[in-house]
């Protein structure tokens, strides 16, 4: 069983950046295994696609809205997972999630509040 815990949101004004991490703890499971996401929430909507990395690291994934202002990284000895968010906009105002995927089984957090005033 694999747990996710979030933290690093908060309140930001547009234009500002911030990073989330991701930390993965319970187990037994092996990090590199897992391909790490990052999914949001806005009130209302969906949730949607942000972005994904490989186990190595080596192949991100983004999603339109976000691609050249977000980036997801991760410290496999940490086995934890970034996501680094530059010039935020209003609109990326959303219920921050971590997924978990390996095979067909799929892991979430519980999701940190992210907001960004104009």
């Known amino acids: 069983q694999v747990q996710l815990g979030e933290s690093g949101g908060g309140l930001v004004q547009a234009g500002d950046s911030l990073r989330l991490s991701c930390a993965a703890t319970?187990?037994?499971?092996?990090?590199?295994?897992?391909?790490m996401g990052w999914f949001r929430q806005a009130p209302g909507k969906e949730r949607v696609f942000v972005g994904s990395?490989?186990?190595?690291?080596?192949?991100?994934r983004y999603g339109d809205s976000v691609n050249g202002r977000f980036t997801i990284s991760r410290d496999n000895a940490k086995n934890t997972v970034y996501l680094q968010m530059n010039s935020l906009k209003p609109e990326d105002t959303a219920v921050y999630y971590c997924?978990?995927?390996?095979?067909?089984?799929?892991?979430w957090g519980q999701g940190t509040q992210v907001t960004v005033s104009s």
């Open positions: 319970g187990g037994p499971f092996t990090f590199t295994n897992l391909r």
């Open positions: 997924n978990a995927a390996y095979q067909s089984l799929n892991y």
């Open positions: 990395i490989s186990g190595s690291g080596g192949n991100t």
